[in-house]
């Protein structure tokens, strides 16, 4: 039987016949001589010739037929398998959209971005979505306020006074312990007016409000002036902040609830070393409770933990004032930790931590240190349940379930039906030493 051969064929590019075996198929389907081939490109994906290449952000030659599903870069002309459309500019790489801002309200890259109240850069979707210029300058504002905060508060409210204000303090209730509270929060712009006239006329004798500049955008700093706990559970205007919250009031995690603990509230400078070194051992519970942890405001740093004798013999070579307890004031300890709040639950259980804890460390002894386990939270919680005048604290304890937690910060058992008493029957961690 002969044997079938394969015809020669044609070069399609230089028309020179040549051995099938010896053909090279393009990726375009095109068949050429070996010697026309090598004048092409090879695919670094494929590793076929290909009469065109496109070049990748990988630094790598692609035949069409691999390029398939990629896109070309407008700012570098590389392919890229990943592309950003940059709002009012190009469709680029990600190498190249590194060039452009972006917006801080949507996150989106733009060719121009504008600056806003604040100090933010958005794009030009959002600015003419959400912003227009102030009725007085031309500072960008949110569309709901008619001014920035420049224009609107330029020359204050009289019955906002300055931050170094320091009137002559008015004492109400019995003491020896006294409580002054420092209550920091926002305003809506068109309400700030209406809000401090209400506090004002609610507060009375009991407080006056401050500016803090710490505060953002707009807001004020409600203070009380010294108060023991029973007058300021019962004789609080604490209606106050649920009608400030109706009129658009609010805080957030830049402000907080300072409470102002009177020195001759303690005992002792002992009293004083127990109650700073109770503070401190329990830092995960009262960071619970406080509703947040803040380093750059109210820091549990070791250096001052540490430092609990020096302080409680009157020292305040300290490490500033931004720590959990500031020892600075000279009539007061400060306590930071609380984050703000227009619930008057949460702002109760600040006040009630601060003298319940006052009165828990008055007489604890050595004794009971060392054998009831003096420093840990449930003997602290198991001391609560027995004084309804610290109702409200345990109630905000149970609702934040840290009132019997372990040192890992887990949640107790759910069914534990007496956790905010400290008598869950799971035993809390020992605080740390």
Not at 147 to 172: A, I, S
Request: hydrophobic residues 35%; aromatic residues 10%.
């Amino acid at each position: 039987m002969p044997t079938t051969t394969v015809p020669d064929t044609r070069c399609e590019y230089c028309a020179l016949i040549v051995a099938s075996d010896t053909v090279v198929t393009l990726v375009e389907g095109d068949r050429v001589c070996g010697d026309c081939a090598t004048g092409l490109s090879l695919c670094d994906g494929c590793a076929i010739h290909t009469r065109e290449v496109g070049y990748t952000v990988t630094d790598t030659a692609l035949c069409p037929r691999c390029l398939d599903g990629w896109s070309r870069c407008d700012r570098c002309d590389l392919f890229t398998r990943d592309i950003t459309a940059v709002i009012d500019g190009p469709d680029v790489c990600p190498t190249c959209v590194e060039n452009y801002d972006r917006c801080d309200e949507c996150g989106a890259y733009a060719e121009h971005t504008e600056t806003v109240q604040g100090g933010n850069e958005v794009c030009s979707t959002c600015r003419f979505d959400d912003y227009h210029y102030c009725e007085d300058c031309d500072t960008l504002i949110p569309l709901s306020d008619d001014r920035c905060d420049n224009c609107y508060h330029e020359g204050g409210h009289h019955l906002v006074h300055d931050y170094d204000y320091h009137p002559q303090p008015l004492f109400h209730g019995e003491g020896p312990l006294f409580l002054g509270m420092e209550l920091e929060l926002i305003t809506p712009h068109s309400q700030f007016d209406d809000a401090v006239e209400l506090a004002v006329a609610e507060l009375g004798d009991l407080g006056y409000l401050k500016e803090d500049s710490s505060i953002s955008p707009c807001g004020f700093e409600l203070v009380t002036h010294p108060m023991s706990w029973d007058y300021a559970r019962t004789r609080f205007p604490w209606q106050l902040l649920n009608k400030l919250r109706l009129l658009g009031c609010r805080t957030d995690s830049s402000v907080g609830i300072h409470v102002h603990v009177s020195r001759a509230g303690f005992s002792s400078p002992a009293h004083i070393y127990r109650w700073l070194k109770f503070v401190y051992r329990n830092e995960s519970q009262v960071t619970t409770l406080a509703r947040r942890r803040s380093r750059d405001w109210a820091e549990f740093s070791p250096e001052a933990r540490s430092s609990a004798a020096e302080f409680a013999k009157g020292s305040t070579n300290g490490w500033g004032r931004y720590q959990a307890i500031n020892v600075y004031p000279a009539h007061t300890f400060e306590l930071r930790v609380f984050a703000s709040s227009l619930y008057p639950r949460q702002v109760k259980a600040a006040l009630a931590f601060a003298a319940a804890s006052v009165e828990y460390t008055r007489t604890l002894t050595a004794a009971q240190v060392a054998r009831r386990r003096g420093w840990e939270w449930s003997a602290f919680t198991a001391w609560l349940s027995t004084r309804p005048d610290y109702a409200d604290l345990l109630t905000e304890l149970e609702v934040l379930r840290c009132a019997c937690r372990h040192s890992s910060n887990r949640a107790p058992p759910p069914t534990s039906p007496r956790c905010a008493t400290g008598h869950c029957p799971t035993r809390t961690a020992t605080a740390t030493p």
